[in-house]
């Protein structure tokens, strides 16, 4: 059984510029979240997608955005990057989001902005 | 405010040196509490969950327990692979909690031979 695919694995951009991020959840997965991983601040939630509507959104600017399709595919965008989005962005898949159900993440996007 | 914290920050131990791994939360209804164990450069690779107060679940040298105020990962003998990056999180209660967990800010671990 396929994990949590993540693509770019990495990627580097420069400031100002916008960047796509592209998570495929575990076979079934109705639900997609993604997370923000720095050294000085740790992980932190981003957004959550469940059945293409967000249900859940962290306390992040409005550049960061994403979407869910129909097929449960899930992509962020970052637009007008700046060096502070510099990070591993990651996306977890669960079932349906409920307690009880296992959450998985992927392997990361590693952005670096210059 | 919900508030995960993992102590120590780093932990140094010889192959076979016991020890555990200490996560304190405060939330408003726990959904859930999740250990994930991180290697550098990958993802969290999920490791136990747990639900309520008394539980306990095992999986080869590790060992998590739960109170209502927090969470202990017990490494019994452990080996130079268990060295890696221990993530505690909790996801929150009521509506909206859904995925969203607020993850401490981890526990290094070196186990040396």
């Known amino acids: 059984k396929a994990g949590v695919t993540q693509t770019p694995r990495y990627l580097i951009k420069t400031r100002g510029q916008q960047v796509t991020l592209s998570c495929s959840p575990i076979?079934?997965?109705?639900?997609v979240s993604w997370y923000q991983q720095t050294p000085g601040q740790g992980l932190q939630f981003l957004f959550e997608?469940?059945?293409?509507?967000?249900?859940n959104k962290g306390n992040f600017p409005g550049r960061f955005s994403g979407r869910q399709f129909s097929n449960s595919r899930s992509e962020m965008n970052v637009s007008t990057l700046e060096l502070g989005d510099s990070a591993l962005y990651l996306c977890?898949?669960?079932?349906?989001?409920?307690?009880?159900?296992?959450?998985?993440f992927g392997e990361g996007s590693w952005l670096t902005v210059v | 405010e919900d508030q995960v914290t993992q102590s120590p920050e780093a932990l140094r131990l010889q192959e076979g040196e016991s020890s555990s791994l200490n996560c304190s939360y405060t939330?408003?209804?726990?959904?859930?509490l999740f250990w994930y164990r991180q290697d550098p450069g990958k993802g969290p690779e999920f490791l136990f969950t747990?639900?309520?107060a008394g539980e306990e679940k095992e999986k080869e040298r590790l060992k998590a327990t739960l109170t209502k105020k927090e969470s202990f990962l017990h490494i019994t003998a452990p080996k130079p692979e268990d060295s890696a990056t221990y993530l505690c999180?909790?996801?929150?209660?009521?509506?909206?909690?859904?995925?969203?967990?607020?993850f401490g800010a981890g526990t290094r671990l070196a186990v040396h031979p």
């Open positions: 977890a898949s669960s079932f349906d989001g409920a307690s009880g159900n296992t959450i998985y």
């Open positions: 076979s079934g997965h109705r639900s």
């Open positions: 997608y469940f059945s293409e509507t967000q249900r």
């Open positions: 939330v408003s209804g726990l959904r859930g």
């Open positions: 747990l639900y309520s």
């Open positions: 999180a909790v996801q929150e209660g009521g509506n909206g909690g859904y995925n969203k967990l607020i």
